[in-house]
């Protein structure tokens, strides 16, 4: 009678370690989860700034375009940046939805990227509705507005002072979308240089 009371006592304490080592495991992981969701939340900030010259905004522009998934659209008064026009092509190929409205001033800009985009098979128009069309924006997958006084140029990267805002927003990119919108419906279909 004895045996039997000890073993009963053995199992409950068995079943209370158990249980314990089993909570304190549940704890550890929860708190492990919460430090690396805190950790992804540093590592993609809502808002990043950047400035040129040589601050890496067609970088940080590219990777962004990089990572587009469903669609982008663009508002540029100048574009004549090779790398950023490389990558806005590499979305369309990829599938994602890519439309461009471009100052009038790209109609004779010598190296506009206008007709490379054309020639890719992207819908890109002129806004000569203003006297210039000098947004610099570009909005991807509905969710990050990418904007600032940084045009899609060579000489923004290399020579002039600009800052540059990349703004993972949904609402503020709805805001940005229904502008891009008003300006499309005015704007005329590029036709090649
Ligand atoms: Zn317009």
């Known amino acids: 009678m004895k045996e039997k009371k000890l073993d ?41 700034v ?10 940080v522009i590219v990777k962004t375009l990089d990572l587009a998934k469903q669609n982008v659209l663009i508002q ?27 100052d009038k001033s790209q109609r004779t800009e010598k190296y506009s990227s206008a007709d490379f985009l054309l020639h890719a098979g992207i819908n890109v128009s002129i806004d000569d509705k203003h006297r210039i069309a000098h947004n610099k924006i570009m909005i991807v997958d509905s969710n990050i507005v990418i904007t600032g006084s940084f045009n899609f140029t060579k000489a923004a990267e290399e020579s002039n002072a600009e800052n540059l805002l990349i ?14 919108n008003k300006h499309a419906e005015h704007s005329e279909v590029y036709v090649e240089k």
């Open 167 to 180: 703004i993972r927003d949904a609402d503020l990119s709805a805001k940005y979308i229904e502008n891009w």
């Open 76 to 102: 540029a008064y100048s574009f004549t940046s090779a790398p950023i026009a490389k990558a806005v092509v590499d979305a369309h190929k990829r599938g994602v939805k890519v439309k461009v409205i471009l």
């Open 50 to 59: 950047l400035f040129s010259p040589h601050g890496g905004c067609t970088e």
């Open 8 to 48: 009963l006592e053995k199992i409950i304490w068995g079943v209370v370690m158990v249980s314990v080592i089993f909570l304190s495991f549940c704890q550890i992981f929860s708190w492990i989860n919460e430090a690396k969701a805190a950790i992804q939340i540093k590592a993609v900030p809502e808002i990043q």
